[in-house]
């Protein structure tokens, strides 16, 4: 069975930084695409950034740019969401996410595995 495991989330003050992991068993990292969405309170969710070891690529909503980087380690086979210089408006939980076809994309629909999420709270 496959299984995504987030984990980092915490409470940080603006300005800080925190790194989200997602340690994944029954895949291989290297196979897959990943993506870390974020939900906040009242709100849709919303694609952060993707990786896509196949494509050679990433990709990060604008709001995180600059101040997002996504990573992956193979022989931990666990995928990185370092997060610095928080804002209050990143407060969310942050989910991660496997696709199959190895895609890039920000769209929740081409995932096919899901982590349970992991809370990151940005006080101002």
């Known amino acids: 069975d496959v299984q995504l495991q987030a984990s980092g989330g915490g409470l940080v003050q603006a300005g800080g930084s925190l790194r989200v992991s997602c340690a994944a068993s029954?895949?291989?990292?290297?196979?897959?695409?990943f993506g870390w969405f974020r939900q906040a309170p009242g709100k849709e969710r919303e694609g952060v950034s993707c990786?896509?070891?196949?494509?050679?690529?990433?990709y990060y909503t604008d709001s995180v740019k600059g101040r997002f980087t996504i990573s992956s380690d193979n022989a931990k086979n666990t995928v990185y969401l370092q997060m610095n210089n928080l804002k209050s408006e990143d407060t969310a939980v942050y989910y991660c996410?496997?696709?199959?076809?190895?895609?890039?994309?920000?769209?929740?629909?081409?995932?096919?595995?899901w982590g349970q999420g992991t809370e990151v709270t940005v006080s101002s």
């Open positions: 990786i896509s070891r196949s494509e050679n690529s990433t």
């Open positions: 029954g895949l291989t990292v290297d196979d897959y695409s």
């Open positions: 996410a496997a696709d199959s076809q190895g895609h890039r994309s920000p769209w929740a629909s081409e995932y096919d595995y």
